[in-house]
Nanobody, 115 residues
């Protein structure tokens, strides 16, 4: 069983910052997987926020480029999403994903950007 556990969500004011974490446990060769963050806002489809390959190549959704940064530590089976200059439209449930020979999802962490 592979488990992904997200943490770090919460309420933040516009312009603020949050750092999300994703910890993987179980029988998974973390370093062989692309790790990604997705988000889903109420009434909208789940969308890619960012991902990072096993070799460290990163990809970002257009709406977060220049504001968010994804990183990973393969030795710790952990990844992070640093979110800066947050906007109300960033409000969503954020999900961690591992994609490789199989795909795994966390249960999500809620980020609310509001004054």
């Amino acid at each position: 069983q592979v488990q992904l556990v997200e943490s770090g969500g919460g309420l933040v004011q516009p312009g603020g910052s949050l750092r999300l974490s994703c910890a993987a446990s179980g029988s998974v060769f973390f370093n062989f997987y692309t790790m990604g963050w997705y988000r889903q806002a109420p009434g909208k489809e789940r969308e890619l926020v960012a991902n990072v390959t096993s070799l460290g190549s990163t990809n970002y959704g257009d709406s977060v480029k220049g504001r968010f940064s994804i990183s990973r530590d393969n030795a710790k089976n952990t990844g992070w999403l640093e979110m800066n200059s947050l906007k109300p439209e960033d409000t969503a449930v954020y999900y961690c994903n591992l994609r490789g020979r199989a795909a795994y999802w966390g249960k999500g962490t809620l980020v609310t950007v509001s004054s």
